[in-house]
């Protein structure tokens, strides 16, 4: 929201994996390698079935493959794969792996878990990921049982997934933790305790949770003593610590209590020449997100009119927002998708660049005038108030806010702004019960290909916050994901029309794309980030 993912990653955290930083002992010895971590929220939860995003815990749930270097899938609970000419049936072989309580994983695990988060009541945040395996869309609405999902055990080690139309990032998808496995036998013995606290679970990846609680503000991740690949695990712990003041992760830096701390705005223009300064890209597009149903009925009729919409996104200068007020490294977007995401298949021209509509994010005070004086004439309307919500557990939405608020009153008259920046969670809850009028909200990728924000938008998606329908919208996302699925070309054309009209509209309007800048000791090694998906990946990482 994680999403990543909308969730507003940065800005609501169930995703705290965003703003996780890395830690380590003041002294470290060959025998003990800890690398201390913060974060700027609580983990929400350790469910693969239920979480938002996997930025942690990609390093203690491991799927068929897991991400490496590049976002690209490197070996994971799968010795090899086969995949039909069609494109339409996956087989895979597990390897000899365990669990952390030093059960056997099999192919069973694996169709118990794809079961479960596709059940109805388990209200998976995810489950549309699953769509296109066969039967998955069905299932997820109720209308047909589990056990007509797509995928089987043809015997211990033995995994086929039936697909409805072959999906043109499924590998890399297989990567992704929501499709690991779950250990059926463990789920049942906790019944209502399952994954509420540390305890409550078995891990398959190169760590395991302890001293979770379920509201902790600490808790670590050591080495998984059953983990297939444990040689190649140089960290024996990872402590974590819910630090949400970026002051005060300067001050356990400067302790040398933590090896990397995230900056704020105005602590990146104070340490960005120093050696220890490091910048860390991901494809996560802060946006504003309008409420389609907004309960104010003046509200509404405005947030509705594509005038008004387009005069708020171009009232708005993204260049001094993302070089003066956060002067991070954040980068003005083109659009709704991410730059550096994915690439024509025929050219190799950036997806971004192939999104763009002119006059639609570009700074132009005279034209949101003009916009936004035909959009009131249009709707009757004379002045409006709107409430912008937010979450403060993000280091940058306070000056965003600000801005927001500042720029707005200056350049679009009649316009009043009201400010609401609440806690991550409380601001997700109300964003989910539509409680807003623009809430300042965004999305990561959870995998390298524009389809992962593209489902977004989709009438009745679950992140779809502001609830933008648009009936051309979804026909064609629906033609790329079906007729075209098997025709790279086709598919992206579909999906750059698709863009295009979502950003022409103004469905939401983007404000930057998230670079976070840290300080980071020297002695920490061996950390791979990626852009897309589980973020960060600590299996290789060390303290020299």
Not at 237 to 261: A, C, F, H, R, W
Not at 439 to 452: E, K, L
Request: glycine fraction near 6%; charge should be positive; include cysteine.
């Amino acid at each position: 929201m994680q999403k990543k993912k909308i969730v507003g990653l940065v800005m609501a955290l169930g995703l705290a994996g965003l703003f996780l930083t890395a830690c380590g002992k003041q002294q470290t010895t060959s025998k003990q390698q800890e690398l201390r971590l913060s974060a700027s929220a609580p983990l929400d939860t350790i469910d693969i079935s239920k979480a938002t995003g996997y930025g942690q815990t990609g390093n203690v749930f491991e799927s068929f493959y897991r991400l490496g270097k590049n976002g690209q899938p490197t070996a994971g609970l799968a010795k090899k794969a086969t995949v039909s000419a069609d494109g339409l049936t996956w087989t895979f072989t597990l390897r000899d792996a365990k669990w952390s309580n030093g059960d056997q994983i099999t192919a069973q695990d694996f169709v118990y878990s794809w079961r479960r988060s596709l059940t109805p009541k388990t209200a998976s945040p995810y489950a549309y990921l699953f769509s296109g395996v066969k039967n998955a869309d069905a299932i997820s609405k109720g209308k047909l049982p589990v056990e007509q999902l797509g995928i089987k055990a043809l015997d211990n080690k033995t995994v086929e997934i039936s697909l409805e139309k072959p999906i043109a990032y499924f590998k890399v998808l297989m990567a992704y933790p929501l499709f690991g496995p779950q250990n059926q036998k463990v789920v049942e013995k906790y019944g209502k305790k399952y994954a509420t606290n540390s305890k409550y679970m078995v891990y398959s990846g190169p760590f395991v949770i302890k001293d979770w609680t379920g509201t902790s503000d600490k808790w670590s991740f050591q080495k998984n003593p059953n983990y297939w690949d444990k040689k190649q695990v140089k960290l024996d712990k990872i402590s974590y610590k819910v630090v949400s003041n970026p002051n005060t992760g300067y001050e356990l830096y400067q302790q040398d209590k933590l090896d990397m701390t995230p900056l704020s705005s105005q602590q990146v223009k104070n340490y960005k020449n120093s050696s220890e300064f490091k910048q860390y890209p991901y494809s996560y597009v802060a946006f504003l997100a309008y409420n389609f149903n907004a309960t104010n009925a003046a509200n509404k009729k405005a947030l509705n009119n594509q005038n008004i919409r387009r005069a708020l996104s171009l009232a708005l200068d993204r260049k001094v927002l993302t070089k003066k007020v956060f002067g991070d490294g954040s980068q003005v977007p083109t659009g709704f998708v991410a730059n550096d995401l994915a690439k024509n298949p025929q050219t190799g021209v950036d997806f971004a660049k192939e999104q763009a509509v002119t006059k639609t994010v570009a700074y132009d005070a005279n034209l949101a005038q003009k916009y936004w004086r035909k959009g009131l004439t249009e709707t009757g309307l004379k002045e409006l108030t709107f409430n912008i919500l937010a979450s403060s557990d993000a280091p940058t939405n306070d000056a965003l806010t600000q801005y927001l608020q500042s720029q707005y009153t200056k350049v679009l008259p009649g316009l009043k702004v009201k400010v609401q920046n609440i806690p991550g969670k409380s601001a997700l809850e109300r964003a989910r019960k539509g409680e807003f009028d623009i809430y300042v909200s965004g999305w990561g990728g959870d995998f390298n290909d524009p389809i992962t924000f593209l489902q977004i938008p989709l009438t009745g998606t679950s992140y779809n916050y502001g609830n933008y329908s648009n009936s051309e919208y979804d026909r064609l996302i629906a033609k790329a994901t079906n007729e075209d699925a098997n025709d790279k070309l086709a598919r992206w054309n579909d999906l750059v029309a698709a863009a295009k009209l979502f950003n022409s509209q103004q469905g939401v309007s983007p404000l930057y794309q998230q670079t976070t800048a840290y300080l980071q000791k020297k002695r920490v090694k061996g950390i791979i980030h990626n852009t897309a998906g589980t973020q960060w990946n600590y299996k290789y990482a060390y303290l020299k």
